[in-house]
């Protein structure tokens, strides 16, 4: 800890626990840890107002490794357990860490309702798009005919996309990031920290010994300016080397044009609206698989998609107990017993 | 005309109709009503698990059986003595155990063509004119038809007028037996306030039953059933769930913290959801979730949160509930699970009642799993079984099971509540932040191995904790074999030692030592008790004890059970609990099961336990 002006300001170290971080070397678990810890340190939060709610996985042990309150909780089940302590302590910064076999297969279901109810809650699902901690069976986020150690033949299952999923889910915050880029990851941590609501951020997240290199295309400084863009509000949507292409919307449809040979500018293309749902749906369909190099290939979308007010579950918890004090007056335990009707015998 | 009074000391009453003829509304106004009156009383409702099954026929009769009488009331009744049969299916579905000589009202619109085509009569007959009825007084109205004339002035459809017909009923029950109609005029203004036309129709209704019973010359005697000799003290009305409701609540006041119920609807424990959600005035927290397992998860949340957090269910959810129970078990932190019980396994029997899921409160979780169990023993008890079952999560830190099931839950006795300042406080202690720079040790245990409830957001005792085996004390990740072994030993000594925090087992009648005991729990008290009274009255050496506690048992409990030659457990089951007292005492027992969906009768008790004392 250092003191500055009086006031004690934490470090990312102080967040750290006494605990050996047991994940594989060079997981992009690592990754993520730092970036949590650095920026819980830079908005100044109180470790004892901070809980971190896990399920089961890889990801899930994310708890034991910070200095807060945490719970490493049942499989899929993080989100429940989470709703419950939000309504009991609605003062409290709750994180919810998650992966994809957690928070979209065994845990899908209470993902939906978490993300409905808009608890004021974040939730980190960390994607690598394998089991790793039962030793890489394919995931509900595995590309199709995925051979893993269940799957010889390929697997059949057609993939969930998460972000997808989180707004038909009517997800008021929906993001994605990746491990390989801490600035971005800081800043989405920081919107996800900001924002009022339950918000969603999905991390792509290298699992190096079981499908080492799934998100490479999109995070190796190579591929990446052609493969992802990054959405900033109010912006143009570009990417390229250069940024020298940009999408435009040709009625409904995006399409991808060249700023420098196909005599649009700037001006013409498709500027992000964070606020925007039905663009926000579009963005989600971002989904194309860079290796199939399809010529209409979209680049996949990173940054927040979709930001929205929306009122929180438990602020309207609090409210309805208000009301009803109000309504009918503190209850009275004499007037609970005797119910409505009694009788003497004397 | 003149008219009779006879004194009768006690009567049962089943009201049967189709589902939709509202019986269940009528027999809970006529319970009201009785209880106003004085008399001890014990109600049965008996539904279809369809919300609307098909009119008319056997499977749509929903019915509500009432006993009430001026002595000690135990159980709702084997038998009637009045049956008032809507239609055709009521009456075969029923007649079967009708007192011979008892009193059958028919509603003789209910009897066409069709319905006794539905009620699968043979073509041609008809049980008001083949003579089937001989030996019962069968008293014959035209309810439809009365009703609709009654209300021939009203602005109503047709089909809006025949909803009034129980309330017809009501009041000729009424006037039989000699009842004011206040209490049901003032429910009824409640209910229909916002519809002046609709409460009018249903006063005349009843107001016209009243009438007829009154003047019509083919009724000539009305029956008086006094007061019983119950305690001094004021009474009320209470339903199992009800009581089960204000007992949570009175238990989170009493330990000064919020109360949070998570829940998943599923009969017959969903009105402990609606009872709940309807006191937000006391600071409770209803939440609907998604799931039974997310039901439990959520509460297990607020118990981390520092609440007296509570979910309910019956079998199928105590079944999903399962791998959370473990979680909390491993946590160690209070939670209450109530089971309503239904007859079982799988979707099995929602509307009926059974004893079944003592087994799997008891066993029914991965792992060395203990965890305490309670049963609630009638509709009344369910309020001392709640305050029991939270005062025990709270101060031993553990998840505790409370079982009761769909006949208790939905059947209602008078019930002499306490007053607020007589019911004792449940001290609650949480952690503080540490002094002297002490480390905090999550997993640390006092003298009864109760570890301490540091909430999230309390300074200084950031901690982490999960389903994974702890290191005693520091409840950081152990994988160690001695550890584990002695985590294992640790909670179930935990749970053992709230043996010395409970009373000891007594008795509920009988001699301190004899012939035989009966031992039960749950819903079964009433009967057994009424059987125990009434053979000890004919001179039998017996006794009955009833069980709050189901585990850990009653310290005294072996040496109780040594004081008797035959131990009789009765249950609605196939054997629970008398497997359970074999393997815990190596001792002999007598099981009495029935498994039938519907409670043990005095009767068939009874003579199951002289052929026992006898053969």
Known sequence: MSTTNGTIQLTAKDFATDQDVRWCPGCGDYSILKQVQTVFAELGLDRDQVAIISGIGCSSRFPYYMETYGMHSIHGRAP???????????????????????????????????LRRNFNVNVLLFNNQIYGLTKGQYSPTSEEYKITKSTPLGSLDHPVNPLAFALGAEGSFVARSMD?????????????????GTSFLEVYQNCNIFNDGAFFPFTDKDTKPETAIFLEHGQPLRFGK?????????????????????????????IHDETDICKAHMLSRFFDVPAQHKPSYLPRPFGVLYAAERPCYED???????QAVGQKGEGSLDGLLAGTTTWEIS | MNKTTEIQEEVTIKFAGDSGDGMQLTGTLFTDNTALSGS???????????????????AGVSGFQLHFGSREILTPGDEYDVLVAMNAAALKSNLGRMNPGSTIIVNTDGFDKKNLRLAK??????????????????LEMQVTKLTRESLIDAPLSTKEKDLCKNMFVLGFLYWRYNRQMDSTIEFLSAKFGRKPEILEANITALKAGYHYGETTEEFTTRYNVKAAPLEKGTYRNVMGNEALVIGLITAAQKAGIPLFYGSYPITPASDVLHGLARYKHFGVRTFQAEDEIAAICAAIGAAYGGNLAVTGTSGPGMALKTEAMGLALMLELPLVICDIQRGGPSTGLPTKTEQSDLLQALYGRNGESPMPVLSASSPADCFEAALEASRIALQHMTPVILLSDGYIANGAEPWKFPKAKDIPEIEVAFKKAPENGEPFLPYGRDERYVREWAVPGTKGLAHRIGGLEKQAGTGEVSYDPANHEYMVKIREAKVEKIADFIPEQKLSAGPEKGRALFLGWGSTYGVIKSVVQDMLEEGYMVAHAHLRHLRPFPRNLKALLDNYETIIIPEINNGQLSKVIREKFLREVVPYNKIQGVPITKAELSDFAKQVLEG
């Open chain 1, 180 to 196: 390989r880029d801490p600035k971005h990851l800081k800043e989405m941590l920081r919107r996800c920290h900001e924002h009022i």
């Open chain 2, 40 to 58: 001890d009383l014990a109600t049965f409702p008996d539904f279809p698990a369809e919300i609307r099954a098909p009119q008319g026929t056997l």
């Open chain 2, 121 to 138: 009569y043979e073509d041609g007959h008809n049980p008001l004119e083949d003579g089937s009825l001989d030996g019962f007084e069968v």
């Open chain 1, 316 to 322: 309207q918890l609090y409210g309805q107990l208000k």
């Open chain 1, 242 to 270: 250069n940024m020298e292409k940009g999408i435009r919307l040709d009625c409904f449809r995006p399409q991808v044009v060249d700023l420098e040979n196909d005599g649009y500018s700037p001006g013409d293309l498709w």
């Open chain 1, 80 to 114: 429940a357990v989470a709703s419950g302590l939000k309504i009991a302590n609605p003062g409290l910064h709750v994180w919810v860490i998650t992966g994809d076999g957690d928070g979209l297969s065994i845990g899908g279901n209470h993902l939906l309702h978490l």
